[in-house]
């Protein structure tokens, strides 16, 4: 953990202190593990964990109540450098579809009992499609979560809609 710096809003440092964590640990942790890891109370690190996976920054699994970088995370930065050149090629393709066919292209991602849209490129006909990147939206009943379902070998398909439902419905 950092030390306190007067000028460093709180808030933001615990939050980018949670991703290097997780850029170290590479792999789930509860709130506990994070709270102890970086020294911060249990109950901050609970909420700001809960913010983060509420704006799908992370992941949450309600199998085992921990939390893991979602794919929105690795994301930010890519057009810093050039080692991501096969998601370049992916974008490029996307705006090509989208500028042939004058609709919107997204690039979605299965997230916990979400599907999360990562990447949009907006159509540009009148009545079009329209979401922001990083809205997530139930796995079980959106169009992107049918396609992403339509992929997984039927038991996980049933598993991923069971969590869906569970994550939605409560």
Known sequence: MRKPDQSIVKSAARTLEIFEYFD????????QEVALALGYPHSSTGAL?????????????????????????SLLGHWVGDEILPLRRIQQQMREISEQTQMTVVLG?????????????EGTTPIRYHVKAGTRRCLARSTLGSALLAMEPPNRRAQLITEALTVWDG
Do not use: M, N, W
């Open 109 to 121: 991602a299965a997230s916990g009992g979400y599907c999360q849209y990562v990447r949009v490129i």
């Open 24 to 31: 170290e640990a590479r792999r789930p942790a509860h709130i």
């Open 49 to 73: 964990l809960r913010s983060l996976a509420d704006l799908g920054y992370l992941e949450f699994s309600t199998e085992d109540k921990t939390f893991f970088p979602s794919i929105r995370v």
